[in-house]
């Protein structure tokens, strides 16, 4: 059996009850450390005050979802937000009920963050171009320094083992690696991951 997904229309007369528990919402008062004692005809009125607001909020929202190219029956979450950006008297919500963005701003927005505070270097170009084989990107250092055209990390030479104690000697190593991958221009860092 499908279920009941009527509108529940707004009433035309004053009737005495609420469609909101009042109860509920003595039980919401009392717990604001402001308020020590909240008459039944003061929470009455918060309650029909309530109602009218969410009648408000679900008219404006279902507005909006009529605007849309493809209007639906059903209001979402977008179109409550979309009110909210679009009344000015109910722009004391965005704060609450703010629009949705997709993951990928998100995460861009973030990174663009990141290196706005680290105060790093944004990828030349060329380095947006070469790809993975995956069709992914790759990792590109704040020093500019990236990995490799196949996906793997770059290595200096291998020490032999009397070189292998001495810290200097590993560090004129991987100088020499970056200087002969860059074509003996030494002006960047050196990597010391690895």
């Known amino acids: 059996m499908p279920y009941n997904t009527t509108a ?28 020590q004692v ?12 309530t109602e009218m607001f969410v009648q408000y909020l679900a008219e404006q929202a279902q507005e909006k979802t009529k605007l ?51 105060g790093g270097d944004k990828p030349s170009g060329d380095q947006l171009e070469r790809g993975m084989p995956n069709g992914k990107k790759h990792k590109v250092a704040a020093n500019g320094a990236g990995s490799s055209p196949d996906g793997g990390v770059q290595r200096s030479r291998i020490l032999s083992t009397s070189d292998a104690g001495d810290p200097n000697a590993q560090l004129e190593a991987e100088a020499e690696a970056v200087v002969a991958r860059r074509g003996g221009n030494n002006d960047g860092d050196v990597d010391m991951t690895g």
């Open 8 to 35: 529940i229309p707004p009433r035309k007369e004053v009737t005495g009850q609420t469609q909101l528990p009042l109860t509920r919402v003595k039980k919401i008062i009392a717990q604001d450390p402001d308020i």
């Open 68 to 118: 849309e190219r493809k209007p639906r029956r059903n209001i979402q979450y977008k179109d409550i937000a979309n009110a909210v950006a679009h009344q000015d008297n109910l722009e004391f919500l965005e704060d609450v009920v703010p629009k949705t963005t997709s993951y990928k701003d998100v995460k861009g927005k973030a990174a663009a963050a990141r290196t706005r505070i680290k």
């Open 38 to 49: 909240c008459s039944n005809n003061a929470a009455f009125v918060i309650t029909l005050a």
